[in-house]
């Protein structure tokens, strides 16, 4: 089974950065896809980028071109540098991983507030 901590969340002001990391750990076999959905209050869980081991990308429409997902194999670790934030962009934000082909994992969440 792998686990998942994430960290970085916080409160940031309108325009800012913030890059949120996930690590995984545990005695699950191999790690494909990883990537962060978030929930805004009163909304359902939504895509926000995966990346595929090999590093193919795919981001929500909402953030291309202020978010970058990346990650570091070696470390079992993905990250999200998120710029340009927007009072919108204020949620829970879920870290995931598929692994050993058809299992998924979820971490416990991390709050993002963006406001002034």
């Known amino acids: 089974q792998v686990q998942l901590v994430e960290s970085g969340g916080g409160l940031v002001q309108p325009g800012g950065s913030l890059r949120l990391s996930c690590a995984a750990s545990?005695?699950?076999?191999?790690?494909?896809?990883m990537g962060w959905y978030r929930r805004a209050p009163g909304k359902q869980r939504e895509l926000v980028a995966t990346i595929t081991r090999g590093g193919r990308t795919n981001y929500a429409d909402s953030v291309k071109g202020r978010f970058t997902i990346s990650r570091d194999n070696a470390k079992n670790t993905v990250y999200l540098q998120m710029n340009s934030l927007k009072p919108e962009d204020t949620a829970v934000y879920y870290c995931?991983?598929?692994?050993?082909?058809?299992?998924?994992?979820w971490g416990q969440g991390t709050q993002v507030t963006v406001s002034s």
């Open positions: 995931m991983c598929n692994y050993d082909g058809f299992m998924t994992s």
């Open positions: 545990g005695s699950g076999g191999s790690i494909s896809d």
